[in-house]
């Protein structure tokens, strides 16, 4: 078990590498860009394969979490303090060292939050809220979870639309890169941003990032938190009488797949430089879903490939104005014919390709 | 062990289990019986936390416990079978009993994610465990099939090593015998009597009358949520009350 894990994780790996020396090779780096950027949401998607395939919680609110993440990082480090210089809080947060001096395009002076104090605070809150969501929620089931977490989605959008300060219609743009490692001995520094230079430099920040919480995740799944989670997914009942205190375990799970969403929605504004209101739409929370959905639900691996791969072929345009509706479909034609997600109709061979060899051995 | 003083179930205008006291002794097996609908399966919920009495108290290891959530019962060592199966779906007979570890271990979320060597030797312990209780029920063979695609019985005998796999000191099962052939019968006896010497109190609830008889200390019967006898297999046969509920009455003679 633990074998085939390393080994597929050590696949992902070279797959990764070898997919950038090819776009090299051929000369199609601005690939990466795209691909980059499916990292980040299927960060979202394997998140919320955790609760909806394993633990069985549907939530369609997770881009709301994803929005959550972005634009309070994206509104700490772009929102001038000087105006405010003199308040004991702003005072107080220099102090601490998490504010920082710049200068706008203008040459205008800047005092804004750090992007990783940003980014604590940002998921910090994206927790806290799923957290004081999640205590009433998720006792609801089924359609009725899935309705609350709809109301919580829709919320956090007006909340995006409709307040200045996260920019109304236009969303926050001029966001600063995100230096996660400063630069040390000779080695240059590793920043999140959009920079042409830095494309290649993202690109495994951004699959790194991916493949570590991949891994944390495959972990989790074969703990005992693990199978309690899926335990409450065959019976809740059953569960309880085994001594799982199923309300604390959903709950964890929740907030969990709520800090990965967080987490990809902080990391993808840094790197695009802003987002807007639509990354917190509902058809977002929707898309999510149903990348769960094409993945297999209770599979990490399907959920990975599809939400990258099907995000991947989104952003390059492959579906043209019909995106939206693409994903829909998506959602309905695997519900009606491959219910284990599209990987299983062709993994069921692979398995007991698998299972022959483990035999051999 | 357990205790149960005077214990109520209204559900709504129905009075499901009415003024029922009665003690389960450590180290004994004690049988609920009595006809459908007699409130069985209502006291065993209500002795395991999935609901809570009307009124009444009981007391488990010393302790109150009417009201209290299942998993914190279970926490104190309590463990129980359901009338129709719950297996987990999508999880093996090894894990599904695995999860039966659960109140006896303790490894963590970010343990669980990060894999600590600390939480090795508990993983390697759990599995040991869940294996040798397979092996005990005999049904090792399927450790790694899933459990819910099991033969009936198998599935039975799954749960009943997820609720070993738990070390209860009380153990409730809720008809261990319904769909079972006289011959699968004779075996969950003979297991169930083993599970007694393992030092387990065992309370079950049954239709199956022989199963009943042949290995209980003690037995209570309930009618319509009324305890109306309780007494020691051999004077529940000759009880005529349990007889009349039991056969019905002669009309004529009546």
């Known amino acids: 078990m633990r074998y085939t894990k390393s080994r597929a994780i050590l696949c992902l790996v070279a797959l990764v590498i070898v997919t950038q020396l090819l776009t090299r090779i051929t000369g199609t780096s601005y690939y990466l860009t795209q691909l980059t950027m499916s990292a980040y949401y299927a960060l979202v998607v394997i998140g919320l394969t955790v609760l909806m395939g394993y633990a069985g919680q549907i939530s369609i609110g997770h881009a709301g979490f994803f929005a959550i993440g972005g634009y309070l990082s994206a509104a700490l480090t772009t929102h001038n303090l000087i105006p405010l210089a003199g308040s004991p809080l702003v005072q107080f947060l220099g102090r601490l060292g998490v504010l920082v001096r710049g200068q706008d395009i203008y040459g205008e002076q800047l005092l804004t939050v750090t992007p990783w104090a940003a980014c604590l605070a940002a998921i910090l809150v994206a927790a806290l809220i799923a957290f004081l969501l999640g205590i009433p929620v998720l006792k609801l089931k089924g359609h009725y979870l899935a309705m609350a977490t709809l109301g919580f989605g829709t919320i956090i959008y007006r909340i995006a639309l409709a307040s200045d300060y996260f920019g109304e219609a236009d969303g926050i743009s001029e966001v600063p890169g995100f230096t996660l490692l400063p630069g040390v001995a000779g080695l240059p520094p590793l920043v999140v941003n959009g920079d042409f230079d830095s494309r290649v430099q993202n690109y495994y920040i951004a699959w790194g990032v991916l493949i570590i919480g991949m891994v944390l995740l495959l972990n989790l799944i074969d703990s005992r938190v693990g199978r309690a989670l899926r335990s409450i997914h065959g019976s809740e009942e059953a569960a309880e009488a085994a001594g799982v205190d199923t309300a604390r375990c959903k709950l964890q799970v929740f907030v969990l797949s709520a800090v990965y969403a967080a987490l990809a929605g902080v990391l993808l504004t840094h790197y695009n430089g802003g987002l807007g209101p639509s990354e917190a739409s509902v058809m977002k929370s929707v898309r999510y879903v149903a990348l769960v959905a094409v993945g297999g639900m209770a599979n990490l691996w399907g959920a990975l490939v599809m939400g990258a791969g099907l995000t991947f072929l989104s952003l390059r345009g492959v579906f043209g104005s019909f995106d939206d509706a693409v994903f829909g479909a998506i959602l309905i034609l695997v519900m009606l014919f491959a219910p284990d997600g599209i990987l299983s109709l062709r993994l069921n061979g692979l398995r007991t390709c698998l299972k022959r060899e483990s035999t051999d051995r | ?254």
């Not at chain 2, 004690?30 to 007699?38: E, H, L, S, T, Y």
């Not at chain 2, 169930?192 to 200390?217: A, K, Y």
């Open chain 2, 1 to 254: 062990m357990l205790e149960l003083e005077r214990i109520h179930k209204y559900f709504g205008g129905l009075h499901a289990v009415n003024d029922v006291s009665f003690r389960v002794e450590t180290g004994s097996i004690k049988a609920v019986i009595g006809p459908n609908g007699a409130g069985k399966t209502t006291l065993f919920n209500l002795i395991a936390g999935n609901l809570a009495p009307s009124s009444g108290v009981i007391r488990f290891v010393g302790r109150e416990i009417q009201g209290m959530k299942p998993h914190r019962i279970a926490a104190l060592g309590m463990a129980r079978t359901f009338q129709n199966i719950k297996l987990f779906h999508g999880m093996t007979a090894l894990e599904s009993v695995m999860v039966g570890r659960h109140v006896r271990s303790r490894a963590g979320f970010l343990a669980g994610m990060l894999h600590l060597p600390s939480t090795w030797r508990e993983e390697r312990q759990i599995r040991d465990r869940a294996m040798e209780l397979l092996e005990l029920l005999e049904i090792a063979e399927f450790a790694h099939v899933e459990a819910t695609s099991l033969a009936f019985g198998q599935q039975r005998c799954v749960e009943m090593a997820r609720a070993l796999a738990m070390e209860p000191r009380l153990l409730l099962l809720d008809e261990p015998a319904a769909g079972l052939n006289i011959y699968e019968t004779a075996e969950v006896a003979r297991l169930i009597t083993r599970i007694r010497d393992m030092g387990i109190t065992v309370l079950l609830v049954e239709h199956d009358m022989s199963l009943v008889m042949d290995i209980s200390d003690e037995i209570v019967v309930l009618s319509f949520g009324e305890k109306i006898a309780e007494d020691v297999p051999r004077a529940i046969q000759q009880n005529p009350e349990v007889i009349r509920i039991y056969l019905g009455e002669d009309e004529e003679a009546a």
